[in-house]
């Protein structure tokens, strides 16, 4: 199984609940599965995104972030892909923030910033037509 994470680091108020890109990625491959977290999370469910982490072959990040907001509860899960960062086939990073700026030098090439849908779209679906 392959695994499309969606991080949301910034206030809730100012998103939706529906993601429009968990939705896109679980629907490209019969093996993929899409979930997402924010800052607030609570930690039951980090645990819970982390144990699906650790059951995944290869996991596709994708971290959008306000400048100012709190990492929160996300630091949790940042902290086991820090540790197992060999899963982690990309991280996508759409937003300014010191936390993503920092994981960029663990993740180096598989490391990258996207300010367009579309173009965040088009590596999602790179990785799941990717054969294991």
Do not use: C
């Not at 999370?41 to 982390?50: C, R």
């Not at 699906?52 to 949790?76: I, N």
């Amino acid at each position: 199984m392959r695994l499309f994470l969606q991080i949301h680091i910034g206030d809730w108020k100012q998103r939706s609940y529906h993601n429009p890109l968990v939705s896109y990625a679980s629907s490209l491959a019969p093996d993929m599965m899409g979930t997402d977290i924010d800052n607030e999370s609570e930690s039951v469910v980090i645990d819970l995104v982390i144990k699906l982490t650790e059951q995944a072959e290869s996991v596709f990040v994708f971290v959008s972030a306000d400048t100012e907001a709190q990492v929160g509860s996300v630091d949790k899960m940042m902290q086991y892909l820090l540790h197992h960062e060999s899963k982690v086939h990309q991280l996508v990073a759409f937003g300014e923030h010191s936390v993503i700026g920092n994981l960029a030098e663990i993740f180096q090439v598989r490391f990258i910033k996207i300010n367009y849908t579309e173009e965040v779209k088009k590596r999602i679906q790179s990785f799941a037509t990717k054969t294991a």
